[in-house]
């Protein structure tokens, strides 16, 4: 099963993704977690990636689209993945049913979006700011981010709306209440794909 989880900055999509992997059994593709992977080790990728993610700003599309291309080449990905984070804008997702296509893979099941109040969002970034210490927590960036998911991302979400494989999920309340609503939707997409 390929699942799509897509929603803000300080959603809970990072929780619910740990807990919808160990539903799923399929391999987790995080585009954010593969690009502070390539700064740390300081790869070419990784200095380039690097200034987007510090001002918020979203790495370009060919750079992202390469970077998932290669993952899903591998055979773990055969059966399914998780994607978080990818895809974040228009071209992203038609480049990856494209590339599925080329594949001969199964196309996206379903695409979930957490919904989270704007209030609850910054409560919970400022708190992730506080515990973690990311460097793309800092109040302008995290402005940025809102405003690129608002003016970037949302578009995605039509894009899986028109194909009927949107799924909004009330993300407000605690990590079980979230994933509760979230285990209900997969396990109905997943019984209606047979998977
Ligand atoms: P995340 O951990 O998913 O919030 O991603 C952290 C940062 O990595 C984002 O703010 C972007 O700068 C960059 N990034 C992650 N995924 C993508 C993507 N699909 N397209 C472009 N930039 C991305």
């Given at each position: 099963m390929?699942?799509?989880?897509?929603s803000?900055?300080?959603?809970?999509?990072?929780?619910?993704?740990r807990?919808l992997?160990?539903?799923l059994?399929?391999?987790h593709?995080?585009?954010?977690a593969?690009?502070?992977?390539s700064v740390?080790t300081?790869?070419?990728?990784?200095?380039?990636?690097?200034s987007?993610?510090?001002q918020?700003k979203?790495?370009?599309?060919?750079?992202?689209?390469?970077?998932?291309?290669?993952?899903l080449?591998?055979?773990d990905c055969e059966?399914?993945?998780l994607?978080?984070?990818?895809?974040?804008?228009?071209?992203?997702?038609?480049a990856?049913?494209?590339?599925?296509?080329?594949?001969?893979?199964?196309?996206?099941?379903?695409?979930?979006?957490?919904?989270?109040?704007?209030?609850e969002?910054?409560?919970?970034?400022?708190?992730?700011?506080?515990?973690?210490?990311?460097?793309?927590?800092?109040a302008?960036?995290?402005?940025?981010?809102?405003?690129?998911?608002?003016?970037?991302?949302?578009?995605?979400?039509?894009?899986?709306?028109?194909?009927?494989?949107?799924?909004?999920?009330?993300?407000?309340?605690?990590?079980?209440?979230?994933f509760?609503?979230?285990?209900?939707q997969?396990?109905?997409?997943?019984?209606?794909t047979?998977?």
């Amino acid at each position: 099963m390929i699942v799509v989880l897509l929603s803000p900055p300080g959603s809970g999509k990072g929780t619910q993704c740990r807990r919808l992997l160990g539903l799923l059994g399929v391999p987790h593709l995080s585009t954010g977690a593969m690009l502070r992977e390539s700064v740390r080790t300081g790869s070419e990728m990784g200095k380039m990636a690097g200034s987007f993610i510090q001002q918020g700003k979203l790495v370009p599309d060919d750079v992202i689209v390469t970077l998932v291309k290669q993952r899903l080449q591998e055979r773990d990905c055969e059966a399914g993945c998780l994607l978080d984070g990818f895809p974040r804008t228009v071209p992203q997702a038609v480049a990856l049913d494209r590339e599925l296509k080329a594949l001969g893979r199964r196309q996206v099941d379903v695409a979930l979006e957490l919904r989270v109040t704007l209030e609850e969002l910054i409560r919970r970034l400022v708190e992730r700011a506080r515990q973690e210490g990311r460097q793309d927590d800092s109040a302008d960036t995290v402005v940025r981010r809102m405003e690129v998911y608002d003016l970037q991302t949302k578009p995605v979400l039509e894009y899986y709306r028109e194909q009927g494989k949107l799924v909004s999920i009330d993300g407000m309340g605690s990590a079980d209440e979230v994933f509760a609503r979230i285990e209900t939707q997969v396990r109905k997409y997943g019984s209606a794909t047979g998977n």
